[in-house]
């Protein structure tokens, strides 16, 4: 895996009891580690299937190699690679700056942006029923405006085409997750295998931050690369999501 080093930078909304910021930290170390293990699977996998390539006589009749989840993920995180708190800054709003391996991290950053979207789409969803729930009141209200009512009807149907259209387009999107799985599934994996892989070192620790959103003190995530001594002549890399 890649080596390369980013900074990771959570901005929070609030403050919190202690408790929460516990737990906050820990599922934050918890999902770093668990994409550190996904990444760090894959990449054995893929070394796996380039031997493969390079002399198949040698592989004949062979399954892809073992692909199963492990309970000790945080084994797997080499001592220099582990998640470190770098910079706490308490204001409105606060941000905590973690150092760790990029790969990880930038899948933490996608992890945002998505939900970041998802929220969007909820929040849109639920604007466009409160408005069809209006419109139907003053339907039965107003019958005389029933012309009037079907034009915004069919301005209403035209929207969510385009909605339903932006969304099928960024589900198009290549992330590194999609990436992932095409890959796996290039070398032979089941589906099955797969969902089972990404279900433990992804789905699950990720779904633990949401918790952490919802409560409102998850607010959005940036990622840097790290600047080494070789390279302080050179710009960072900056990308950001909002959760």
């Known amino acids: 895996m890649d080596s390369t080093k980013g900074i990771l930078q959570v901005y929070v909304s609030r403050g919190g009891l202690v408790d929460e910021a516990l737990s906050f930290l820990t599922d934050i170390q918890d999902a770093y580690e668990n994409l550190y293990a996904l990444n760090l699977k894959i990449d054995e996998a893929k070394q796996k299937y380039s031997e493969r390539s390079e002399y198949p006589w040698s592989h004949r009749k062979r399954k892809p190699p073992a692909l199963n989840p492990t309970r000790k993920f945080s084994d797997l995180v080499l001592p220099d690679e582990k998640l470190i708190v770098h910079k706490v800054n308490i204001e409105s709003p606060g941000v905590w700056e973690f150092i760790g391996t990029l790969n990880p991290l930038q ?50 149907s035209a929207l969510q085409e385009s909605r339903k259209a932006d969304l099928e387009n960024r589900g198009l999107e290549t992330s590194i997750l999609q990436e992932q799985v095409n890959l796996l599934r290039s070398i032979g994996y089941s589906d099955e295998q797969i969902r089972k892989l990404f279900n433990a070192h992804y789905y699950k620790p990720l779904s633990r931050l949401d918790a952490h959103a919802n409560s409102g003190l998850l607010e959005s995530m940036e990622v840097k690369v790290l600047q080494t001594e070789q390279s302080d002549g050179e710009n960072q890399t900056d990308t950001d999501a909002s959760v």
């Open 107 to 156: 899948q933490l950053r996608e992890y945002a942006k998505e939900r970041h979207e998802r929220r969007k789409d909820k929040e849109w969803r639920e604007a466009e029923e409160q408005r069809q729930m209006s419109l139907d009141n003053q339907r039965r209200e107003q019958e005389v405006k029933k012309l009037e009512l079907e034009n915004i009807r069919l301005e209403n």
